[in-house]
């Protein structure tokens, strides 16, 4: 259970299917591509399975990439705030094709505990830790080990200004 604490406050990349839309504006989702695509096809659906929005991004490179959902149906309007399902299918260069796992990233506020086990919170999902798939320090990697400058105790005296 206490080895569940070090993950508050660290950067992670968790499993999803849903992208959350707020005020118009949905949560970055990410997804990695193992190999170039002729066309990834992203679905984004209502909780019962009815289309929404539907986007092909055509021929994409291997590696990581990041989607963000604009928050509007297929006719421009905006769809109300709340969860939405999202799937990525790739069409692969050799034929063949297949769903992409999708990820979201956020920073673990709470841990808690169902049935015994842990559940990472963020600001957009609780989920167990099992489906964590990345921890970072974003902070802790961007600033590293810096330390604040001391402030000056002696400042120079300034001139008299005459005229």
Do not use: C
């Not at 949905?26 to 066309?39: H, I, R, S």
């Not at 679905?43 to 986007?55: A, H, Y």
């Not at 989607?67 to 299918?89: A, H, P, Q, R, T």
């Amino acid at each position: 259970r206490f080895q569940a604490l070090q993950f508050l406050e660290k950067d992670v990349l968790l499993e999803t299917e849903q992208v959350s839309l707020n005020k118009g504006s949905g949560n970055p989702v990410f997804f990695n591509l193992d190999k170039e695509a002729n066309n990834i096809r992203i679905s984004v659906e209502e909780k019962d399975g009815t289309p929404v929005f539907n986007q092909e991004l055509g021929l994409t490179s291997a590696g990581k990439h990041r989607f963000v959902w604009e928050g509007k149906n297929s006719e421009g309007i905006l769809m109300g705030d709340g969860n939405y399902n999202v799937n990525f299918i790739a069409n692969y260069l050799d034929g063949t094709s297949g769903r992409v796992q999708s990820f979201n990233s956020g920073r673990v506020n709470q841990i808690e505990y169902k049935d015994g086990k842990p559940w990472v919170k963020t600001a957009h999902k609780s989920m167990p830790l099992s489906q964590v798939k990345t921890i970072d320090n974003t902070s802790q990697r961007l600033f590293g080990s810096a330390k604040p400058l001391p402030i000056m105790n002696h400042l120079p005296p300034k001139a008299l200004i005459t005229k």
